[in-house]
Nanobody
Framework: QVQLVESGGGLVQPGGSLRLSCAAS????????MGWYRQGPGKERELVAY???????NYADSVKGRFTISRDNAKNTVYLQMNSLKPDDTAVYYC?????????????WGQGTQVTVSS
């Protein structure tokens, strides 16, 4: 069983910052990647950023230069530092953990945390 617990969402003014955290617990082994997705009002879920194990970080074009993803392997925790936030960043943010299970990749999701950027 795998559990993902997110924290750090909230209400922030445009130009402000927030830091999201996601701690994974349970049968955590053979991690392929950890990352963040988001779903804004009336929009589909989209990739924000991810870190593959042993690889380099990847970002959506819309957040490059403003968001930074990092990972603490000892704690099985992934973070998303969000700076210079814009109203368009308003969304529910979901943590994603992708594990290798034999030849398959299995995705696990957090419950989501609301980020609202508004004055």
């Amino acid at each position: 069983q795998v559990q993902l617990v997110e924290s750090g969402g909230g209400l922030v003014q445009p130009g402000g910052s927030l830091r999201l955290s996601c701690a994974a617990s349970g049968s955590i082994f053979s991690i392929n990647a950890m990352g963040w997705y988001r779903q804004g009002p009336g929009k589909e879920r989209e990739l924000v950023a991810y870190i593959p194990s042993g690889g380099s970080t990847n970002y959506a074009d819309s957040v490059k230069g403003r968001f930074t993803i990092s990972r603490d392997n000892a704690k099985n925790t992934v973070y998303l530092q969000m700076n210079s936030l814009k109203p368009d960043d308003t969304a529910v943010y979901y943590c994603n953990l992708q594990l290798r299970r034999g030849v398959n990749l299995v995705d696990y999701w957090g419950q989501g945390t609301q980020v609202t950027v508004s004055s």
